[in-house]
Nanobody, 117 residues
């Protein structure tokens, strides 16, 4: 079973920045997309950003467009997200995912991001 592991979460002041990274814990695998969702307390998990490899296209939720960027390496199954101008509303557990052809979506276990006002 393929697994993804996130890193880079933490506590930051409003207006600050964090960089989240995601990588496979074991063997690499083929994906069509990789990206990020987040889930705040009491709320449903929501889409944040994704990168499609071929062609290379990025997508962002309206709430983060212009503040977050996403990048990755298809061959290594890694994806990173640079988060700038963070707001308290960005506080959530952030989950990395990868879409594996024929197998569906695989998720990481999540990393906490807390933005203090």
């Amino acid at each position: 079973q393929v697994q993804l592991v996130e890193s880079g979460g933490g506590l930051v002041q409003a207006g600050g920045s964090l960089r989240l990274s995601c990588a496979p814990s074991g063997r690499t695998f083929s994906t069509t997309n990789m990206g990020w969702f987040r889930q705040a307390p009491g709320k449903e998990r929501e889409f944040v950003a994704r990168i499609r490899w071929d062609p290379s296209v990025t997508y962002f939720a309206d709430s983060v467009r212009g503040r977050f960027t996403i990048s990755g390496d298809n061959a290594k199954n890694t994806v990173s997200m640079q988060m700038n101008s963070l707001k308290p509303d960005d506080t959530a557990v952030y989950y990395c995912y990868g879409d594996v052809p024929g197998s569906g979506r695989t998720w990481g276990q999540g990393t906490q991001v807390t933005v203090a006002s």
